[in-house]
């Protein structure tokens, strides 16, 4: 686990979000603002320039810098980097004045700015990086951040602790409680460990374990909104090629009943591969367009039941449909829905396990998706913004192998260019049909994002920008 952003996940997050800081920062309503940057401006359709705090200081003491900026912003978007991908449209980074970092552009990009309030837009001190050499990112090394906590101690597979930065750069916000330790285990495991008072508190992943704290009076549950859904992948493997079937198998499926058996009614039936928690802007536009999707019914009644079998008939004889699981609770009763909805229109499917260590191969490998016609995952975006997820449809997406279209190409291109929300949003609700109509995932169920705490804990915030902000400075103690 690399503590510096370098190879961040869903749970590096969790940490990395209160000891490094970026230029743009996630707040509470899901909107983006500057943070480490006091502001930006598009000087043109190629110049966008970031105008930086004059009073951060990292950990050492040192304050950050232009040249501190630009190192990082280079580091990130270097070939092989974890973020490279969001720096598509930037051609260079410089520093144009003391406080300030432009970046040449080979066209405006509203999600780039916003990428940078996810792992894109973290300024590490350079000093830092290269004085602990190869020990930086390791367990024998520290952090090169200037959050509202510093890196105590960490044990590799076991646990990590932070301590209040002694002398955090921005008072109003430095953190309220010393010491905080992350530790990792089963679900089991973390779930007894909130019963029996050992933990303060968790992010679920799981919906499912949430039911065994509810009704306890020593532990709360929250949920807010998050960009995070279960969807079905549909591969390049056999009869599901067809958008017709997978039109069919998502008219089929009966969302409200998985909902109960795969999360215990925890999440919320749902037609779109992102999650509401992207609607940062245009609210009322994009809840309308979601709801005239045509082939991903939220209540699925017997007209979409004889919809999807006119389709079947449309497409004749075909194989057997094999969705995959690794026996995890979620994906087999998502790999059940499938089977019971393929039966209900007239078709035939199979459930195939796979080992939990090999699951997430599909993405990588053809070979394995050669196994199974379609894999389940959730899946969540750092950019709170629906193009942020739907650029995955373009033709050379890693992460869907059916969409192969030059007008959605374009339309991303065209989604990203407009930095007017409304013209934005309108190219966002294109996107949305057209993969709503092409569908190389069926998307069965948003994840809430959903904490768990002591009631003798106050500041947990339960929307999914926890990821990307220190969530952990306002942690308190509840007042009696």
């Not at 796979?354 to 070979?367: K, L, M, N």
Request: hydrophobic share 40%.
């Amino acid at each position: 686990m690399d503590l510096d952003a370098d190879a961040a996940t869903s749970q590096t997050d969790i940490v990395l979000s209160n000891v490094c800081e970026r230029l743009m920062q996630l707040g509470s309503d899901l909107a983006v603002t500057p943070h480490l940057a006091s502001d930006f401006e598009w000087k043109s359709d190629s110049e966008l320039v970031f105008t930086l705090r004059d009073d951060v200081t990292f950990h050492d003491g040192s304050p950050m810098t232009a040249d501190d900026v630009v190192w990082s912003m280079q580091r990130h978007m270097a070939d092989g980097a974890s973020e490279a991908d969001e720096f598509v449209n930037v051609t260079g980074v410089s520093k144009t004045a003391e406080n300030e970092v432009t970046f040449a552009m080979a066209q405006p990009d509203a999600i780039f700015v916003k990428a940078l309030a996810g792992d894109a837009g973290v300024v590490l001190n350079p000093r830092a990086v290269a004085a602990q050499g190869d020990d930086y990112g390791t367990t024998a090394g520290s952090d090169a951040c200037s959050g509202p906590f510093v890196l105590d101690e960490w044990r590799s597979g076991s646990q990590v602790t932070l301590k209040k930065a002694p002398d955090y750069w921005d008072a109003d916000r430095a953190a309220l409680t010393e010491e905080l330790i992350f530790r990792w285990g089963s679900d089991d495991v973390i779930i007894n460990s909130l019963l029996t008072g050992d933990a303060d508190g968790t992010y679920l992943e799981n919906l499912a374990s949430a039911t065994r704290l509810v009704g306890d009076e020593d532990i709360k549950v929250a949920q807010g909104e998050d960009t995070r859904v279960w969807s079905l992948m549909a591969t390049e493997r056999g009869g599901l090629t067809d958008p017709r079937l997978r039109q069919a198998l998502s008219l089929a499926i009966d969302r409200e009943g998985l909902n109960q058996a795969a999360f215990s009614g925890l999440g919320r039936p749902w037609n779109e591969p992102v999650g509401s928690g992207a609607w940062g802007y245009e609210r009322d536009a994009f809840e309308a367009a979601n709801a005239a999707l045509e082939f991903s019914p939220i209540t699925r009644d017997e007209a979409h039941l004889d919809k999807a079998r006119e389709l079947v008939a449309e497409v004749g004889p075909t194989e057997e449909i094999v969705v995959a699981s690794d026996g995890d609770s979620i994906r087999s009763a998502l790999a059940e829905a499938v089977v019971a909805a393929a039966d209900e229109i007239g078709l035939e499917a199979s459930i195939i396990r796979i080992p939990t260590a090999q699951y997430g191969d599909y993405y990588s490998d053809a070979s394995v998706r050669q196994k199974a016609d379609l894999f389940s995952d959730d899946y969540f975006v750092s950019k709170f913004d629906p193009v942020g997820f739907y650029k995955n449809g373009a033709s050379d997406s890693s992460v869907q192998w059916l969409l192969d279209d030059p007008e959605f190409d374009q339309l991303v291109q065209d989604a990203r260019a407009a930095v007017d929300d409304t013209e934005r949003s309108e190219l966002a609700i294109d996107l949305a049909a057209r993969w709503g109509t092409a569908m190389p995932w069926i998307s069965t169920t948003a994840s809430p994002n959903t904490v768990a705490y002591s009631a003798e804990v106050t500041g947990i915030p339960a929307a999914g920008n926890f990821r990307y902000y220190p969530w952990a400075a306002g942690l308190g103690a509840a007042e009696e």
